[in-house]
């Protein structure tokens, strides 16, 4: 697999294993813009139509989310007409990951922001 690859094999592994908003049930929240000496930062990649993640990012947040660790994802792709898509996958020390999909600048889309919570059993499955 070429570099980059993983993370385009992967990511869609675990958001299809992620529950939609209402799946946190204790009404806990993460706040993927809170920011912690203690969060472990995974990085913050624009990519290119095409472009994966780098496998050192998913490593990154594979291994903080194992050890139970707070860690932060972001990455921003773009639709086939350009505009931006960011997401942001927060893991907190309970053990839920968190995506968030913020479609609002997609000029042809349902401008949308998604939540989606994966238990970190589920998202050790998916990796």
């Known amino acids: 697999m070429r570099p980059g690859r993983l993370g385009v094999a992967l ?3 675990a958001l299809a294993a992620c529950a939609g908003p209402d799946a946190l049930s204790d009404g806990s929240n993460i706040r993927p813009n809170a920011t912690s000496a ?9 990519l290119s139509q095409g472009e994966g993640l ?3 990012a998913i490593r990154c947040f ?3 989310v194992q050890a139970r660790h707070p860690a932060q994802l ?3 792709r773009l639709t086939v007409e350009g505009d931006p898509i960011p997401v942001t996958y927060t893991a907190d020390a309970a053990g839920h990951v968190q995506v968030i999909t ?3 600048q997609d000029s042809f889309g349902e401008r949308t922001i998604d939540h989606q919570t994966c238990a970190v059993e589920i998202v050790y499955a998916c990796f």
Request: glycine content about 4%.
């Open 11 to 13: 990511i869609p592994f």
């Open 38 to 46: 203690a969060v472990t930062d995974c990085g913050t990649f624009n």
């Open 54 to 56: 780098p496998d050192s």
């Open 62 to 64: 594979v291994e903080a």
């Open 74 to 76: 972001k990455e921003t």
């Open 102 to 104: 913020d479609r609002r």
